[in-house]
């Protein structure tokens, strides 16, 4: 074969990779264009059972929420009361000694 052949051969190698490398760029674009049914099915939004589960989940949490705020509200006085009943029983015990300091006077 002689060197122009050679050329021919190339140049139609080149020809042909190029269509075929067109081909698959235009295949491949057309997939990207194309919507596939499953996008278009998709529901986006929700059941009205979905939004009452989603609301009454809220409300739950809401409650609950507020529950442990009161507990804690409760604890915290609860706390409270305990540092003044013991506060209360030193001032009733220094009262009583000095009652009885008093009645040992007279």
Not at 90 to 96: D, E, F, P
């Amino acid at each position: 074969m002689s060197l122009d052949s050679y050329h021919r051969i190339d140049y139609w190698k080149r020809y042909f990779d190029d269509e075929r490398r067109t081909k698959l760029e235009n295949k491949m674009k057309q997939l990207k264009n194309k919507k596939s049914e499953k996008d278009i099915l998709i529901r986006k939004s929700l059941t009205s059972d979905e939004r009452m589960i989603i609301s009454l989940k809220k409300e739950l949490y809401t409650y609950k929420k507020l529950l442990q705020e009161q507990e804690q509200i409760n604890n915290n006085l609860l706390s409270e009361l305990s540092d003044k009943r013991s506060e209360n029983n030193y001032y009733r015990l220094q009262l009583n000694i000095i009652r009885k300091q008093l009645n040992d006077i007279e």
